[in-house]
């Protein structure tokens, strides 16, 4: 792996997290540059096993030449089928390391930046049939006010859903196709001193919807109360307040409404036990060395007897 690609936040306390047996079967949902990778493989035997997963072809070139590791270029929310595929049932550990990579940040084109100007894409897949110009293309400015709301907490969001209809108006077919484009219609906007804040949140709301990330994650946590033995080990790198509450809620309650379910005589029928208390976050000398971890926030629950 380049560090160049990417370089793996929390990777020492990830792997910890995942408390590795050297025979195990683990699953890395976001593999990426391979960081993460490449520390479970040193841990591994020759008999443990480690399938990633990663739906953006550019994380190829970076697949370990190592027989114990499988690359499964789908989403991970499809990680409980394409498992099964490989005749795998249950794992011993499931790392997700969410968000963007420092890549696809870097990679203008893709459109994930507000640094420098490319194409309004945003797919993490490139198979996905709509990128973030036809989002906002298709979406009525309603919906698009409950876009910025719900994904990108902004402040009085019907504003910048109003802006974007009326440049739609003036820019004719060719709509708002560039990253530049975005962020001159919604920059004046942001509250004074505030715009990088603000155009991070607009385009983090716009790539939640255009990659259905709340939907696929949703998706993982679910299949993770079958895919993990007991006493397997679920662990989570988020990086918003959207994904870490969700993740908070599943792990405390084993559904995404956090409410514990009890039995007749009132006992937890929580299937979770929790490893971490509160959320884990990178150390000084980690955010300084490696600025996106700043926002890292990291959760680990152990799947208890109630798996069997």
Do not use: W
Not at 120 to 127: G, V
Not at 176 to 197: E, Y
Not at 223 to 232: F, N, V
Request: glycine share 10%; hydrophobic share 40%.
């Amino acid at each position: 792996m380049s560090t160049a690609y990417h370089v793996p936040v929390l990777f020492d306390a990830a792997l910890d997290g995942l408390a590795l047996q050297p025979g195990g079967t683990y699953v890395d949902c976001t593999f990426g540059g391979g960081g993460h990778s490449r520390g479970i493989l040193n841990a591994l035997g020759a008999g443990g096993r480690l399938f990633g997963f990663d739906c953006d072809p550019d994380a190829l070139p970076n697949v370990p030449a190592d027989d114990r590791f499988t690359l499964i270029p789908e989403n991970f929310r499809y990680a409980a089928n394409f498992l099964k595929v490989h005749g795998v049932t249950q794992v011993d550990g499931i790392l997700a390391d969410l968000g963007v990579s420092s890549h696809q940040f870097d990679a203008e084109g893709r459109g994930f930046s507000t640094r420098g100007d490319g194409a309004l894409d945003m797919r993490m897949d490139p198979r996905l049939p709509e990128g973030a110009d036809d989002l906002i293309q298709r979406m009525d400015q309603k919906e698009l006010t409950q876009l910025f709301r719900n994904y990108g907490e902004l402040p009085q969001p019907h504003r910048a859903a109003r802006a974007l209809h009326s440049a739609i108006a003036a820019d004719g077919k060719e709509g708002i196709s560039s990253t530049r484009r975005l962020q001159d219609i919604l920059g004046p906007l942001a509250p004074p001193q505030k715009r990088n804040q603000y155009l991070a949140q607009a385009f983090q709301a716009l790539r939640i919807a255009v990659n259905d990330e709340l939907g696929a994650l949703s998706e993982l946590l679910k299949a993770s109360l079958k895919l993990l033995k007991p006493g397997g080990r679920l662990v989570v790198i988020s990086y918003h307040s959207l994904e870490d509450r969700m993740v908070k809620r599943f792990m405390r309650a084993g559904n995404l409404d956090g409410v514990i379910a009890k039995d007749f005589h009132g006992r937890s029928l929580a299937p979770f036990d929790k490893v971490t208390g509160k959320a884990l976050v990178a150390t000084p000398e980690e955010m300084e060395t490696n600025p996106r971890s700043r926002s890292a926030r990291m959760r680990v629950a152990a799947r208890n007897a109630m798996a069997a």
